[in-house]
């Protein structure tokens, strides 16, 4: 009988020692689930702002190519307007002609058809209408339209 309570006690003494060892298999299970679960809203968290961010630059990106095309679309205008009031000398903004131009003859010039006249010389005159321009701080622009030209000490209004 003493053996048999000698069994029992090891075999209940071993039943624990299994328990105990499931509890702790089980811990390591559900802290490695844990670590995941915190690894995983990290990359969660890293992929949102990774998101915000190049959403913004698109943002940006965008907003400078609208901007780009809207300074486009005015000049385009402005330009369709100069050639539009160049068709009468001395019409517009300054961009008729006011007599012949002739190579050589010094002329004031809206450069790639902005608002601004910089100082230069007729190098040449084309059969299209169109002017070749040196201009006096050295850069050359050519077929110019007659509507963004204006001879110096003449010219229309503005």
Not at 53 to 77: H, T, V
Not at 113 to 141: C, H, L, M, W
Request: aromatic share 4%.
């Amino acid at each position: 009988r003493r053996e048999a309570e000698e069994r029992e006690a090891r075999e209940r003494e071993r039943e624990r020692e299994r328990e105990r060892e499931r509890r702790l298999q089980e811990e390591k299970v559900e802290e490695k689930e844990e670590e995941k679960e915190g690894d995983a809203e990290a990359a969660i968290r890293e992929k949102e702002e990774r998101m915000q961010r190049l959403a913004r630059e698109s943002a940006e990106r965008r907003a400078a190519q609208q901007k780009a095309d809207m300074e486009a679309i005015n000049a385009r205008r402005a330009a369709m307007a100069e050639e539009k009031d160049g068709d009468e000398p001395g019409g517009g903004r300054g961009g008729g002609v006011s007599g012949a131009l002739s190579k050589g003859d010094a002329v004031e010039c809206r450069h790639g058809g902005g608002a601004q006249f910089y100082p230069g010389k007729i190098a040449r005159v084309n059969s299209n209408n169109t002017f070749d321009i040196d201009y006096d701080d050295g850069d050359k622009e050519r077929n110019v339209r007659q509507s963004f030209v204006r001879k110096l000490g003449g010219g229309g209004g503005g």
